[in-house]
């Protein structure tokens, strides 16, 4: 016993406004944080249903099915590949309009797209005994027309207002109640490269691209960023030096993406040759990009497993390198993959690199190898949102609904390995 008088307790008046009043402020500060995740799936959902909307469009395309009678006037047998189908598609689109005047009909002939000539052609082309036979082809519409069909055309608009007259609307329409006109799904999205007509234009090409890119990426910088974490983790004396590159990886991983493309410009186009907009180029731009991630990834997978774990390996007779191989690296792969799965899908939603390494020059073709020039998904997406025609709107909104997708899945992906491999301790 002090002597000292003890405390009288607060009136219980007091206590309970106190406690009052922080319930309250906890309230608010819960409200908050409610408030700022409501706002924040509302914008998502903005964000993505604006996208939606927008893309759609692109999901259907609009085709016209045309006769074609192969004149053998204006393709030869012995030579198919050099007639005139120009004139066959002009001739097909002015018999399925009978009633329009011969001068109209040639300017009508724009209804079909410019692939229709070319469609034709392969198909004679494959079998020569058609010259002289009627061959009947479904063919996209040319985009004033497709644009017309899916409303985003204005008939009430005054026709000098109009990208279509008066009598290319109702040749049209005769065609439409003629039962010529079809909406299906537009697979040429997907399986058609590049194109300067809206209606033709397809991701092929991106795709491609951004495949032999990101494979190009990972197989440099899986194996170097795990090597290089595993020796400074595992191996690495510590002292200045070590310190020293731990820092400058950190602060590579900080950088921005752009340094990396001018690092790219300089070295690999103007130090090695290598050829411009081609994918080896780009994955190696998005390797250096990526490297420092793999490495910060791998370090803190290495870092989580127990240390009872090296020193029980230890204890029985294995080697630091047996340790490290056989322990300790297995135990961490989950967490250095899914840091790999997340730095690959950052590398892949990357443009300001690849444009600075051409690679987002008009690519009318797939890349047959990461040596041919080719686009990325998400230098195509600018190419299509920089275009003027009014068709390339949805297809740029499809082209990013078609990115997020696969950034979705590598991220459901790293997600799914960190759950169904990870171990607790």
């Given at each position: 016993?002090?002597?000292?008088?003890?405390?009288?307790?607060?009136p219980?008046?007091?206590?309970?406004?106190?406690?009052r009043?922080?319930?309250?402020r906890?309230?608010?500060?819960?409200?908050?944080?409610?408030?700022?995740?409501?706002?924040?799936?509302?914008?998502?959902?903005l964000?993505?249903g604006?996208?939606?909307?927008?893309?759609?469009?692109?999901?259907?395309?609009?085709?016209?099915?045309?006769?074609?009678?192969?004149?053998?006037?204006?393709?030869?047998?012995?030579?198919?590949?050099?007639g005139?189908?120009?004139?066959?598609?002009?001739?097909?689109?002015?018999?399925?309009?009978?009633?329009?005047?011969a001068?109209?009909?040639?300017?009508?002939?724009?209804?079909?797209?410019?692939s229709?000539?070319?469609?034709?052609?392969?198909?004679?082309?494959?079998?020569?005994?058609l010259?002289?036979?009627?061959?009947t082809?479904?063919?996209?519409?040319?985009?004033?027309?497709?644009?017309?069909?899916?409303?985003?055309?204005?008939?009430?608009?005054p026709?000098?207002?109009?990208?279509l007259?008066?009598?290319e609307?109702?040749?049209?329409?005769?065609?439409?109640g003629?039962?010529?006109?079809?909406?299906?799904?537009?697979?040429?999205?997907f399986?058609?490269?590049?194109?300067?007509?809206?209606?033709?234009?397809?991701l092929?090409?991106?795709?491609?691209?951004?495949?032999y890119?990101?494979?190009?990426?990972?197989?440099?910088?899986?194996?170097?960023?795990i090597?290089?974490?595993?020796?400074?983790?595992?191996?690495?004396?510590?002292?200045?030096?070590?310190?020293?590159?731990?820092?400058?990886?950190?602060?590579?991983?900080?950088?921005?993406?752009i340094?990396?493309?001018?690092?790219?410009?300089?070295v690999?186009?103007?130090?090695?040759?290598?050829?411009?907009?081609?994918?080896?180029?780009?994955g190696?731009?998005?390797?250096?990009?990526t490297?420092?991630?793999i490495?910060?990834?791998?370090?803190?997978?290495?870092?989580?497993?127990?240390?009872s774990?090296?020193?029980?390996?230890?204890?029985?007779?294995?080697s630091?390198?047996?340790?490290?191989?056989?322990?300790v690296?297995?135990?961490?792969?989950?967490?250095?993959?899914?840091?790999?799965?997340?730095?690959?899908?950052?590398?892949?939603?990357?443009?300001?690199p690849?444009l600075?390494?051409?690679m987002?020059?008009?690519?009318?073709?797939?890349?047959?190898?990461?040596?041919?020039?080719a686009?990325a998904?998400?230098?195509?997406?600018?190419?299509?949102?920089?275009?003027?025609?009014?068709?390339?709107?949805?297809?740029?909104?499809a082209?990013?609904?078609?990115?997020?997708?696969?950034?979705?899945?590598?991220?459901?992906?790293?997600?799914?390995l960190?759950?169904?491999?990870e171990?607790?301790?």
């Open positions: 016993m002090t002597g000292q008088p003890a405390t009288p307790p607060p219980a008046g007091d206590g309970r406004a106190r406690l009043r922080r319930h309250r906890e309230g608010v500060l819960r409200g908050f944080g409610l408030a700022a995740i409501a706002v924040a799936f509302l914008m998502l959902a964000l993505v604006s996208l939606v909307v927008t893309g759609w469009q692109a999901i259907r395309q609009t085709h016209v099915t045309l006769d074609f009678v192969i004149d053998p006037a204006k393709v030869k047998a012995d030579k198919p590949e050099a005139n189908y120009r004139a066959l598609v002009q001739a097909g689109v002015a018999a399925a309009l009978p009633d329009v005047p001068a109209q009909a040639k300017k009508l002939a724009a209804i079909a797209s410019n229709a000539q070319f469609t034709l052609r392969d198909r004679v082309v494959a079998n020569p005994g010259i002289g036979q009627s061959v082809l479904t063919v996209p519409v040319s985009d004033p027309y497709d644009q017309l069909n899916k409303g985003l055309i204005d008939r009430a608009t026709e000098a207002n109009r990208r007259s008066d009598a609307v109702a040749a049209f329409d005769t065609l439409a003629a039962g010529r006109i079809s909406k299906p799904f537009n697979w040429g999205l399986t058609n490269a590049d194109s300067r007509f809206p209606e033709l234009a397809g092929k090409g991106a795709v491609v691209g951004s495949f890119a990101l494979l190009t990426c990972f197989v440099l910088s899986f194996p170097m960023g090597g290089a974490a595993i020796y400074l983790e595992e191996f690495a004396p510590r002292n200045r030096v070590s310190d020293f590159i731990e820092i400058n990886i950190n602060n590579l991983a900080a950088v921005p993406s340094v990396f493309g001018l690092l790219a410009l300089a690999f186009l103007n130090g090695f040759g290598l050829p411009r907009s081609a994918p080896i180029v780009g190696l731009t998005l390797a250096l990009m490297l420092p991630t490495i910060i990834a791998t370090r803190a997978a290495l870092k989580a497993v127990p240390p774990i090296r020193e029980a390996a230890l204890g029985i007779g294995a630091t390198q047996q340790v490290v191989f056989h322990h690296l297995p135990l961490a792969m989950p967490g250095i993959l899914t840091g790999t799965i997340l730095g690959l899908a950052r590398a892949l939603g990357e443009a300001a690849l600075l390494i051409g987002n020059a008009f690519i009318t073709a797939a890349p047959g190898s990461p040596f041919d020039p686009t998904l998400p230098t195509q997406i600018l190419i299509w949102a920089d275009s003027t025609e009014r068709g390339f709107v949805s297809r740029t909104s082209a990013v609904l078609v990115l997020l997708g696969f950034l979705l899945i590598m991220n459901a992906l790293a997600i799914y960190r759950a169904r491999f171990r607790k301790w």
